[in-house]
């Protein structure tokens, strides 16, 4: 049995849609839909999938920055939504931290690096100053940083370096638990390797896992050991990355290794062809009836459209779709 | 090429040079208005050299000395009633920028605290207060003021309650709109994250990140608070008569000013004085209290 650090079990997260002049209720947005997934220890696992899938969304359920509506997170087997605010604050929050998208946003404009980086030490940790300076220095070191940086604003650093400093700040706290909301797709294609690596690296010294959210295929085969494919707030495909790159079922990630760049065009197969889909996602206020997918799916057949399809097991992956019931 | 950037580099470096101090200058000038305002104010009774309220008849309506027909006894002349103009605005300050200061503190105090409540945790609390704002913009000071006067009778004391009573509302208005974006910033959302308190979150990120809008508005409001306090003074709500008031100078010598200009243009000019230094000194500590402004 696997060494699993977080799960999350039936998440769905509805959010009501108020129009008009008496906010009258017009629907309800299924952001995500009975979302299960688990990271093991030490682990990464992607949450892959277009804007609007529910990635993000589902990583802020785990964050507890909002609530799931119905399902819960179970942190080393206990269910954290059960906790109170206190045990929240002693045993859940210093254990899970994140390093959010955009590096320019994530810090406060007037605070000092070392103030960044220290506050979870501060709210959390009650040490002195100096010890707090000491551990950011040594956080800084881990990133790539130098001690003198801590004196300085984050207005004065490039955006790979912010990044340096965000995820300093995720670790002062030795989580076991690191939420990479999309952490290279706001840097320059030249500095995603390094910060990439970066995180491979403390992953291994410090056991982390992590919690990546991306849309980068490249990005997603090269740091995690599983992936969750979403589509329209549901987990459409998931499974080991290898396995899963290698030996793709779901009509929709098959579209979506397509319509990356993993395959060169000379590495096509002569008979392969590029599967461009057409529309744009419908929206989850009013979602396709079916598999969710059937009105974009190349391989739609009439069953699609009326029955939602189980998740199954495949070899060693779970798949949702009525090619494999 | 590489003489050519010797010049350039030269003439950049003029030209910073003059910058800085231009720059300098611009902080300079207004802090001594201020200061000599602040400190004329402190030490009135040394200062003047007549009784602010101690009326002459005889030498009423007298011009400037540095005019045709000004008396060398009276500096910036005398107003209708004989009173010397420049002991009326040494003695005026001390009403008029207490009065402000006061007021703009106690407003700007509870209008932030109101409106960073109020935009960060939304919802009913945030309808509640801003109804509550609504109503106070809506009604007119000056009517508080009129029945503070009743009430209270007319002082110093009942101005300022008739101001702040209902003063704080525009900052609450403009610091909730802040609050209201701040609280979808990242930054407080890594705050949530790492487990700080509302408190806490409140405090440390949204507060400091408000201070722009919080200085460009008291630094206006001074200007409007001397007008303030001298219309109310004007309706009896404030300070009674004799005593100086720079908006109550202004007022009186509305009847005068194409025969005795004077008696309005001094105090009136200090008003602008006060304002413009306000804004270039609010100008300068927005700088100072912003970290990407600073170097430059």
Known sequence: MADILLEGR???MLYPVRRGLFQGLIGMVRAVDNVSFSIERGKTLSLVGESGAGKTTTAKSVLLLERATSG???????DIYQYNKDQLKREYRPRVQAVQQNPWSSMNPRMRVKDIVAEPLVVNAKQSKKENYDRVVELLDQVGLKAEHAEHFPHEFSGGQRQRIAVARALALNPSLVVLDEPVSALDVSIRAQIMNLLKDLQEAHNLSYLVIAHNLATVRYMSHGVAIMYLGQIVEYGDTEDLFENPLH????ALISASDLKL?????QNEKEIILSGEMPSPLNPPTGCRFHTRCPEARPECSKIEPEMVT???????CHKFV | MEYLRDINEAKI?????????????MLIIPVVILALLILSAIFAPLLAPYSPTEIAMT???QPPSFLKGGSPKHFLGTDSLGRDVFSRIIYGARISLSFSLIVIFITGTVGTILGIISGYFGGRLDSFIMRFTDVALSIPAILIAIILAVGLGPSFKTIVIASSILGWSGYARVIRGEAMRLREVDFVAQARIIGSSRMRIMIKHIF???INPLIIIATMMVGLMIIIEATLSYLGAGIPPPNPSWGAMVNDGRNYLETAWWISFFPGFCIGLVVLSCNYLGDWIRDKLDPRLRRL
Do not use: A, C, I, W
């Open chain 2, 13 to 25: 470096e003029k030209r910073m040079e003059l910058r800085r101090k231009f720059s300098r200058l």
């Open chain 2, 59 to 61: 030498e009423r309506l």
């Open chain 1, 265 to 269: 065009p000379e590495d096509r197969d």
């Open chain 1, 251 to 254: 009509p929709y990630t098959n």
């Open chain 1, 10 to 12: 039936n998440l769905t």
């Open chain 1, 314 to 320: 495949v070899g060693k992956h779970q798949v949702k």
């Open chain 1, 72 to 78: 819960s997170v179970y942190f080393e087997g206990k």
């Open chain 2, 208 to 210: 400091p990140n408000v």
